[in-house]
T-cell receptor
Framework: GENVGLHLPTLSVQEGDNSIINCAYS??????FIWYKQESGKGPQFIID?????DKRQGQRVTVLLNKTVKHLSLQIAATQPGDSAVYFC??????????????FGQGTTLQVKP | EAGVTQFPSHSVIEKGQTVTLRCDPI?????LYWYRRVMGKEIKFLLH????????ESGMPNNRFLAERTGGTYSTLKVQPAELEDSGVYFC?????????????FGPGTRLTVL
């Protein structure tokens, strides 16, 4: 399953399928991007990050792709599991704000995994 | 090691009242951030402390919000007087300077409801 376009609030996928969550970021000067997962009642948890000098980074079952030309970021989750159900946020940090600068978040996509 | 903690987890107050939120960062973290998420929208930055100093308070909505971090440890965010539009989830995050990626660790948030 995939949320196409700039942003869709909810993505529903079948357990075991791959999920693709898309995000359009706002600032061409951003040099660092992160995906966060937020489960109900918890704060955002770091999933994976990528610097602007890369276009792909892989983690365990997750891959982040960065397309700076169109300012687009995506998160791919392989073999989606019920425990992946959560709200996913992309976040960017603007270059020049230092590596302790504030994060700018996207609106979030709710991933629902059907058993 | 304890993560970022926030108190209270929920607060329900009436318009015009005062509320104080507290955040305890991860021990030793010099950076402390406040963010909030209003009505299912994106998570927005409020301000950033480095130790006890305000590094960036560009996201503070107005002078009804006052953040402090006396002693450079825990932080409080006071809203006085509270308005209906202040309802939302307030997140605190902390990070340690000097790390190459400067991951921000988030607390579980305080859900504020203003009636």
């Amino acid at each position: 399953g995939e949320n196409v376009g700039l942003h869709l609030p909810t993505l529903s996928v079948q357990e075991g399928d791959n999920s693709i969550i898309n995000c359009a970021y706002s600032n061409s000067a951003s040099d660092y991007f992160i995906w966060y997962k937020q489960e109900s009642g918890k704060g955002p948890q770091f999933i994976i990050d990528i610097r602007s000098n890369m276009d792909k980074r892989q983690g365990q079952r997750v891959t982040v792709l960065l397309n700076k030309t169109v300012k687009h970021l995506s998160l791919q989750i392989a073999a989606t599991q019920p425990g992946d159900s959560a709200v996913y946020f992309c976040a960017e940090r603007v270059h020049g704000s230092g590596n302790t600068g504030k994060l700018i978040f996207g609106q979030g996509t709710t991933l629902q995994v059907k058993p | 090691e304890a993560g970022v903690t926030q108190f209270p987890s929920h607060s329900v107050i009436e318009k015009g009242q005062t509320v104080t939120l507290r955040c305890d960062p991860i021990s030793g973290h010099d950076n402390l951030y406040w963010y909030r998420r209003v009505m299912g929208k994106e998570i927005k930055f409020l301000l950033h402390f480095v130790k006890e100093s305000k590094q960036d308070e560009s996201g503070m909505p107005n002078n009804r919000f006052l953040a402090e971090r006396t002693g450079g440890t825990y932080s409080t965010l006071k809203v006085q007087p509270a308005e209906l539009e202040d309802s939302g989830v307030y997140f605190c995050a902390s990070s340690l300077s000097g790390q190459s990626y400067n991951e921000q660790f988030f607390g579980p948030g305080t859900r504020l409801t203003v009636l």
